[in-house]
């Protein structure tokens, strides 16, 4: 098929394209420069064009969801949405925990195209994959929780960097993973015996290893094997007043390992959900907010991007990997708890939460979010996020890009919604930053798409993958800075004109009129299959000791991941695609 | 003494049993022929199930006649007819699914969305009342190999395991070395709650009988008493009061501690006030040392179904369609309340046997309305239902997901070929979709 999407208004950062009105062809599911006589021209004269949405960190698939809708049928209920006879889309439910079809629906419909799952404990991807059968329209890469796994705690206590380099290798092959997360390393182990550490150099209690440690040795890891991504990391301390300085010494940890020079990233370690690891302070009473340094280091270096989990004043459901903050949130809110254990491989919790435009802490916390949005100059070092839908959930990025490309608006808030905490204990008063169009396309698109080190997309650039979306917005005639256009501007980026992806029309005019299924994108590591196999062979007696499964029935096979994209990437980081 | 089977002429290893919850996934099967002869590994449950499997099988549809005996027909008909049943029934249910895969599920459920039906699972009449306490207070759960591994204090309460998921105690808690318990049984410290002396009971450090029906009463002492609060009385629920602290002691100091509990906590007098208490004990425990728990799921894809339903409606079980989108309220939209109102017009049961399972009132109504039976064997369903559509057994003649106690996802494997005139659930109820969907579109235009 082929298409012509004519005089749009194009912000594509990546070929430094910054609202030229411009035509953009399409063959097949590729962007081209030029088309038959027979294409299809979409006149979409003066509206705004951009690549296809990448959100690089939200939880939509895996044992942790299931908990949560199972737990709180209080939040489908919140979601309810019958199917329309002029929608080829079902019923949606759910709000901050959607079920999976409504969780592909919603994300297509604001014009995005792929999404990471970011937590995936291996014994579970089969879940996880099973998941992603339901979701329809995207392209999912997941993200494989190692920062708690016994081989690996065994492999950094005794300084095997060669044997952890296969195992991350193999155990990518295992859960179809696409690239390494670590979440609150070691505190997560030592919560198998209802304790945490504290800070990065605290040593878990069994096997003595520290939170710096794991971070050094998988980063290395990771560069050595030359995955697409850096590692994704979930650092020690989240939440807790005064744990800036856990994450300032987190981004120096990693700073003199070297990029591998054969990945197209800049950084070695993506650091995620930044707000919530910026707080100064000993308690909740005397919390400040610790963005300040973090931005000042930020800008100062270059080994390291981060994303928001920006908190935008809903009741939602808090759920990570991070288990024993959990149970320290059920403590202080007495709301109900899950938890969910896994054994080798990491913890997990999960706590609904309210945040609210009246609580202080709530307030602190969705200001300093916005204090990263506007104090880290290089909008290529960050990413729009919620941690959905941990901060609030992800419907919720086009209400804080109205807020991020409207100082009126923000103004207005701190002036006559929000709990003066936002202003007494912040800086967030002191900035005057708005968002340009193509500051969001980079925070929204290109910048997550480099940062994950999936090139085909973020861009617009001929052979780029066509997965484009258009909204209904007149980019000449509208001015996003003022107060009074802020919901028609979230009501525009909630329901695109078009959304396309792979070359096919998956929305028109806020309605959905295709599905298709969802794409599983993993990273295959070709050139340690015998050092693989020699690993396995020697550690499968302990694998049938610690785990409860068989290890010959512990990989996603085929059956869970069609269709698939699989990246193969020769050990040390040159890859082509193979679908 | 049994002599071991020599008599096989293939081995096919680490296949997933389809019996419980357990969904022990070490068993070899011994083929002869295309035939299980022999099952190495499973329990005398298990394997009796795996083996046994051509006795009372169903084989070709059925559909009853004038004379109300079931008389063999082809799979058009038969489908053709409970398609168009369905199709005309204004409050049809779907029942079943604990012993069928995930894939075979999903096909259910969107069979549900496009016929307004009320699906629903046997958790309905199990623990579908735990599943009301999680969503009251909260769900701490873990994998089985965290008590494998960490576990010195185990707690049964109101489920006998050695007898209903023989190997739960052997392959996954207390017998087997943990990586923190090297030696087995000896590091841990059993104790089971129970009104009954049960196996379980016997093979326990400690045996706590308590009354029957008063869990709730026992379970609210033992957080008065982590609380440091005195309890005036000598004995509660039939316990003195001296035991309770002994054990409030001991599941305070445990340095991992794990509580498993059947239907004899979710189904006694104060039912899912039952379950609320006792997570709210794991949740206080949590204070002074690691405490998680887990309900024993029954079938061996039971917990699939709550998953599926979750992930695809949002709900656990018990899912109305009748007004298109998903509703679910306990009551209203269960089973057996809407039988016991006489309100379905339709009944379809896949991978169960109501007419083991439900209460006869309930059983009454079924002979009054259309039924249908999805299933590989002979039952008491069987003898109220008006087509019997003859399936295969996954895990055995079918691969597919199932999901453990636990939540821990298993590819169930196809080991033999199934009976020539039988058909997967996930086919046969594919087959019914398209009928339906005909049905529906043909009206429609």
Partial sequence: MEYVLKNGIVYDPKNNIDGEQMDIFIKDNKIVDKVSNNAKILDITGKLVMPGGVDLHSHIAGPKLSIGRLY?????????????????????????????????????????????????????????????????????????????????????????LD??????????????GYGIKIVNPCGSEAWGWGKNVDGLDDPEPHWGVTGREVITSLTKVNERLGLPHSVHVHTNDLGHPGNYLTTLE??????????????????????????????????????????????????????????????????????????????????????????????????????????????????????????????????????????????GPFIR????????????????????????????????????????????????????????????????????????????????????????????????????????KDGEILVKDGNIVKLVKSNHIWCNINGLEKEEEQLINRIKPEFNKYYTIKYENYGVNDHYIKPETRLNINYGGVSNENN | METPITDYDEEVKNCSCSYCG?????????????????????????????????????????????????????????????????????????????????????????????????????????????????????????????????????????????????????RYTTFPEGFFRRNGRNDRTVITLDPKFTNTAKVSDEWIQFNMNEDYLLFNALRTILRGETIEENEIAGVPVEQLNKLINIMKNAEYGALFFGLGVSQTLAKQKNVDVLIQLIEDLNRYSKWSMLPMRGFFNVSGFNIALTSETGYPYGVDFSRGYPRFMVGETTTIDLLNRREPDFFMAISADPG????????????????????????PYTELSDIVLPSTRVGVETEGTAYRMDSIPLFMKKVIDKPENCHSDEWILTELYKRVETLKNGDEN
């Fill in chain 1, 250 to 391: 987190t981004f120096d940890c990693v700073k003199d390992i070297k990029k591998n020079k054969n990945v197209d990233r800049n950084q070695v370690m993506h650091c995620t959900h930044i707000q919530f690891h910026a707080y100064k302070g000993t308690s909740w009473r005397d919390v400040s907010s610790g963005a300040t340094e973090l931005i000042n280091y930020i800008n100062k270096n270059e080994h390291l991007t981060c994303d928001i989990g920006q908190i935008t004043f809903d009741e939602t459901t808090t759920m990570t990997a991070d288990a024993p903050m959990e149970y320290d949130l059920f403590r202080l809110t007495g709301l109900k708890w899950a938890n969910k254990d896994i054994e080798v491989e990491t913890s997990s919790g999960l706590i609904p939460s309210i945040y609210s435009k009246h609580a202080p802490v709530s307030v602190l916390q969705w200001a300093v979010g916005l204090e990263f949005f506007m104090g880290v100059k290089n909008p290529w070092k960050i990413v729009l996020t919620t941690d959905s839908p941990n901060a």
């Fill in chain 1, 72 to 160: 709180r049928p209080e939040d489908i209920r919140r979601g309810i949405k019958p199917a329309t006879k002029n929608d080829i889309s079902g019923f949606e439910a759910g709000f901050s925990l959607p079920t999976c079809p409504t969780i592909g629906y919603r994300y297509t419909k604001m014009g995005y195209t792929t999404v990471t799952e970011a937590a995936v404990p291996p014994l579970e991807a089969k879940h996880a994959h099973e998941e992603i059968n339901s979701i329809p329209n995207l392209d999912i890469p997941t993200l494989t929780l190692f920062g708690n796994n016994w081989f690996m705690l065994k492999y950094v206590k005794e300084n095997r």
């Fill in chain 2, 356 to 379: 083991v399972q439900f209460p006869g009132y309930s059983i009454q109504h079924l002979t009054q309305i259309p039924t249908v039976q999805i299933d590989t064997h002979w039952g």
């Fill in chain 2, 22 to 170: 357990n969904n022990c996934d070490d068993i070899t099967y011994l083929l002869k022929n295309n035939n299980i002869v022999g099952v190495r590994h499973a329990c005398r449950i298990g394997a009796s199930k795996i083996i046994n499997d051509q006795d009372q099988r169903l084989l070709n549809p059925m559909v009853r006649n004038e004379e109300g005996l079931l008389e063999e027909t082809t799979w058009d008909e038969a489908l053709d007819k409970t398609a168009k049943l369905l199709y005309e029934s204004t409050r049809p249910v779907l029942y079943g699914w604990g012993e069928t895969s995930v894939e075979a599920i999903k096909k259910g459920i969107k069979i549900a969305e496009l016929s307004g039906s009320v699906i629903d699972n046997q958790s309905t009449i199990c623990h579908g009342s735990t599943i009301q306490a999680f969503q009251n207070v909260g769900h701490p759960v873990m994998t089985l190999g965290e008590v494998k591994n960490r576990a010195d204090v185990i707690i049964y309460v109101g489920t006998n395991p050695m007898d209903d998921h023989p190997r739960h105690l052997s």
């Fill in chain 1, 163 to 176: 044997d952890l380099t296969y195992f991350i290798s193999k155990w990518l092959k295992l859960a179809k």
């Fill in chain 1, 397 to 500: 990025y086009p209400k804080i890009i109205s807020w991020i490309m409207s100082q009126e608006k923000l103004q207005d808030m701190l002036d006559n919604e929000v709990h003066n905490w936002a202003t007494k204990r912040t800086d967030l008063g002191t900035y005057d930053r708005e968002y340009s169009w193509n500051d969001i396309a980079i925070i929204t698109r290109a910048s997550p798409a480099k940062i994950l080190g999936l090139n085909d997309r973020g861009h617009l650039g001929v052979g780029a993958k066509a997965d484009i979306s258009v909204y209904d917005i007149d980019v000449d005639n509208f001015d996003p800075t003022l107060k009074s256009n802020s919901e028609t501007l979230e009501n525009k980026l909630l329901n695109s004109m078009y959304t396309i």
